[in-house]
C-alpha cells in the first residue's frame, strides 16, 4: 500500500541522495514528494543496494551508478554511516555540509558505557544529526552538533488482524548472533508461556521464517494472536510499530523507546519476564481481549507514527537545510 501524495504541491520537492541502508525506514522515506536517488552497484553489496527488491517503492526513486552521480545536481544528501562521509564525496565529487548540504540520520541506539556513548559527528555544527527517538538523542552524545528528532512512519499496511493462531510473531533480524541485544535468550521462558514463531534473517536457525518479503511477513503476522518484542537494547524496531498498524495488541521488554510507543490498553511492557509470560497466557486465552488491545495500538500507532506526520517532519527539514 502506497500513500497518496496530494501534499505536493504544498511544498518545494528536493533532490535527495542517500544510501539504502535500512529497508523499512527507506520505504516510508522514499513515498515524499521529492526525487531520491539511491546508489547502485553490480553486486547490490551494501554501499549500493539500489531499489528495494522486497518492498514496493515509488518511481521518483531512482537507481544511480558512481559515474551518473558524479552529474547529479543533488540538494541534500542524507547520511547514515560514518563512511559515507568519505563515500558521497567519492561518488559526488562534493565534500558532505561543504559542497553540498548535508544531514545525519541515526537509526540506533548509542552502545557502551554511559559516558562514551559519543556520535561520531558530535561538534559538528555545519551538520544536523536527526534521531528516529528522543530516547536515542537523550543517550547519543553529539556535542555542538544541532539534532532533531523525527520520529518513525510507516506505510500503514492496512488492518489485517486474525489472532486466529494462539502463537506469538517474533521480527528479530540475526537473532543467534546478536543475542542478548535481541532478547534471544529470553525466547526460551516466552516459548513455554506461548508458542514462538520468529521471522527475520537467519530465523530459520531457530527454527523460524527466514525474511520474507514484506507483504508476506504482514500476513504471516496478523495471523498470530500477539507480537512479541524481546529486545533488551533497540532504538525502535519499525516491525513493532509495522505489528500494531496491522492490529496485533502488543508484550515487550520496557526497554528503551518501548515505553512511548506501546501505552496502556495497547499490551503489556515490563522489565519482568514473568509478567510478560502471564500477558502471553492471558492472550492466549482470551483471543477477544487480544483483538481488542490490538485495535487500540492500531489507532495509536496510526495517530503517532503515520506516515503523513513523518514525511511533514522531512519535508520541514529538508527546505530548512537548503534555505
Known sequence: MLLTKPRTAEIEPKKIFFWHVHGSYATSLVQGPHTYYVPVLPDRGPDGRGRARTWQWPENAIEVTPQQA????????????????????????????????????????????????????????????????????L?????????????????????????????????????????????????????AAMPLDVFGMDAGALGGFDDPPQHVLHREMARRRVYLHPVRWTSLGLSLIEAMHLGMPVVALATTEAVEAVPKGCGTISTDVERLCDALRRYAADPAAARADGERARAHARTRYGLDTFLRAWDALFAEVVA
Open 139 to 191: 543517550f547519543w552524545d553529539c556535542g555542538t552538533t544541532p539534532t532533531r528528532v523525527i520520529e518513525h512512519g510507516v506505510v500503514d499496511p492496512g488492518y489485517r488482524y486474525t489472532g486466529e493462531l494462539a502463537r506469538a510473531a517474533v521480527a528479530i533480524n540475526e537473532a543467534r548472533r546478536r543475542g542478548r541485544v535481541t532478547g534471544t535468550d529470553l525466547l526460551e521462558r516466552f516459548g
Open 70 to 137: 558524479r552529474e547529479l545536481d543533488v540538494d541534500v544528501v542524507v547520511l547514515q554511516r560514518p563512511h559515507e562521509l568519505e563515500l558521497a564525496e567519492e561518488w559526488l565529487g562534493r565534500v558532505p555540509a561543504r559542497d553540498v548540504r548535508a544531514v545525519y540520520l541515526e537509526h540506533n541506539a548509542p552502545q557502551g558505557r554511559i559516558t562514551e556513548m559519543r556520535h561520531p559527528v558530535a561538534d559538528r555544527p555545519d551538520l544536523t544529526v536527526v534521531h528516529v527517538t528522543h530516547f536515542n538523542e
